[in-house]
Nanobody, 126 residues
Framework: QVQLVESGGGLVQAGDSLRLSCAAS????????VGWFRQAPGKEREFVAA????????FYADSVKGRFSISRDNAKNTAYLQMNSLKPEDTAEYYC???????????????????WGQGTQITVSS
């Protein structure tokens, strides 16, 4: 049974940093790309960042580029999202997902990810 568990969310102030973790089990983690998505109340789910199975390629939404950094440790079956300079507009439920996107454009598409975590809430106060 595939399981993805996000952790590290919380309530922070604007300008603060957080690191999210996504712990995977029940699959060969090193064979999958990892994506982070978020969904704010009343809004559609949106792409945040993704990393290829090897970690050699990373992708970011324009809104987080330069502030967020995605990484992974295949030995620990865990992916991370380091979030710096957080803004109130970053407030959302954050989800990690794993899948096998092929083309670069695929990394941005939620439909290319097969398994999803339950999410972790991040609230950024101004």
């Amino acid at each position: 049974q595939v399981q993805l568990v996000e952790s590290g969310g919380g309530l922070v102030q604007a300008g603060d940093s957080l690191r999210l973790s996504c712990a995977a089990s029940g699959l060969t983690f090193s064979s999958y790309a990892v994506g982070w998505f978020r969904q704010a109340p009343g809004k559609e789910r949106e792409f945040v960042a993704a990393i290829s199975w090897s970690g050699s390629r990373t992708f970011y939404a324009d809104s987080v580029k330069g502030r967020f950094s995605i990484s992974r440790d295949n030995a620990k079956n865990t992916a991370y999202l380091q979030m710096n300079s957080l803004k109130p507009e970053d407030t959302a439920e954050y989800y990690c997902a794993v899948g096998a996107p092929y083309y670069s454009v695929d990394y941005y598409a939620a439909r290319k990810y097969d398994y999803w975590g339950q999410g972790t809430q991040i609230t950024v106060s101004s």
